[in-house]
């Protein structure tokens, strides 16, 4: 394989996961600050390992969920919220992935993560 | 519910997702530490937080390994890779969860629960 | 010992924390994001965890303090700076504790501690 | 050599690695939350370390951001971006850390810090 | 005050919080790995930032343990719950630091420190 | 450009910066726990960016080492310790670089990079 057609594959997942608006958007504030990091994005993480076939993307965004909120990283973890809601978890698969970090994470980890879920939440309300 | 018979609910978790023999040892190893941590891992972590419905157990070891490995946390990422073998996670699940975090926590931090994994994994062939 | 108890004692030791305006504020905002978040918190965390007898209050504020400025984690270090205040700490004891991890978290991690300090005091100040 | 001589030689290089504007706004910023944080940052962390000889100014600002950025420790990761490009490195080399990192630390890490850089860029560009 | 003098007041408090003995062969480890980093902690960590008189030197021990127990750091880890049990800390203050920080830096923190302080609790038992 | 284009030059990347026996072996440990994380490794980290031109490998050693101490994982940052003596960065470079972040990532974990360092030059010094 070679990697434009990984970056193909990974611009399909990212419009599946986001919505074709919002994966533009979001590849056009990384093209802003940096075009390789945005290449890197696309083609690796998306096209690559997002792309694996072992665990289906529900599980995926959980786990990404639970790694990023562990680690504190607020832009990562507001898209991969967005993505998740996309990708077939329901808003209660995420607040019981963050609540089931709490222990393992620590509260102030699970609060502020809920804090953004509820957010991105209250926003989609708004829309509708 | 009084917390007696959140301990009893956490007990029987314990024993399910490791075994009557490993569950008792983990929880020795606890309580010669420090008895209350014990009750605490007992009653509050695994009978009220892993006792929640809404996500499957192998749902939650996934979450929970990628939480755990994301900070680095070797005792609790040892064991949490034991239960979730418990839990209805394939070997494949729980290497694929952490390639799945590669990119969100780095590749260090996929490597150490990589090896981790593979040493349980060598342990569990010559058991058997 | 019942849940309920434990429910009902943590509530009392946040609004000694807090003061009862301050204490019903934080638990409605968790109570929006989660009601579960709410009640472990309640609960465990300051039923529980807080009330135990063998450190004091403005012992466990600043041993807690350490903690959450080491880990980035700043609504509940804006939490616990408000509540040390209420828990005998003074306003040295806290810019001393953040001092003192400086060399052991980093001076990053002291310094967000203490523009986080100086906010909340500042605030104080005002409304005298 | 005592403490007096190491921290005016930490005020003088920070005067060259921010200008002098920017460093006695800094410093002030930091005298304001605790005059002992000006202090040790400023005579140790400034006059000391930062005065070593060994390696040149601007390897030490892409280790320092590296470090910071893999941290998430905001307010150190901008003072560092704007003191990097005044000991020699230039753009490019700010954003090529951070891609270096990415693997290492994670792309959630190096988002961040490149969103940093582009903000610190951009303002620099306004001012011309 | 020179630098000198921090020196001799660093030393002076580290033979009191770890014996002569054990504060001269931490002192050489540090000296085999690098002059420098054992100047430093004698000097500014030691004989500055823990020779500030403020807080008491068992708080500060205390405070100490919970951001290094955060941060999972284990060689410091080691050397301060030693220096705390001669700051004046009792196994239980060490004990109950660690579990009060359990729900702010997850149980896995916990669980490392406490697994930590037993080990050091048992040798000295075994020495008496 | 193609994944095998890539995969070759990382891995030709790697032999340069490890010598061909020990990369044969981290690779081969690497396989042994997943291929995947061995294709990963080659061809993104090593193949891609460490491959990028704008820095030297000096300079992009040193500040990998100074993220994977700052985050504390021993794994690559024993590795990195080694491959930095080969792209250019002598023992005092690599011992700098951690003093350098003692004051931003805490001077514990400065220790435990030292710590490494010096195994790491001891071993080779034994070899001669």
């Known amino acids: ?3 434009a057609k990984r970056m193909e594959r990974g611009q399909h997942l990212l419009e599946r996961m ?3 608006e919002q994966a533009e958007a979001v590849r056009m ?3 802003q600050i940096s075009p390789q ?12 390992v997002w792309s694996r076939a072992q665990l ?3 599980t995926k965004s959980l786990v990404t969920i639970a790694a ?8 990562a973890l507001d898209l991969n919220i967005r ?7 329901g808003r209660e698969d995420i607040v019981e992935t963050l609540l089931q ?3 393992y994470a620590g509260f102030p980890a699970c609060w502020e993560g809920l804090a953004m879920a509820q957010k991105i939440f209250s926003e989609a309300d708004q829309k509708t």
């Open 1 to 3: 394989m070679d990697v």
């Open 37 to 48: 990091f945005e290449e890197y994005v696309v083609e690796f993480v998306a096209g690559e």
């Open 68 to 75: 990023v909120a562990a680690l504190g990283r607020n832009l």
């Open 56 to 58: 289906d993307l529900r």
């Open 83 to 89: 993505m998740a809601l996309n990708n077939g978890a």
């Open 29 to 31: 504030s990384w093209r």
């Open 101 to 103: 970090i709490a222990p």
């Open 18 to 20: 986001l919505g074709p």
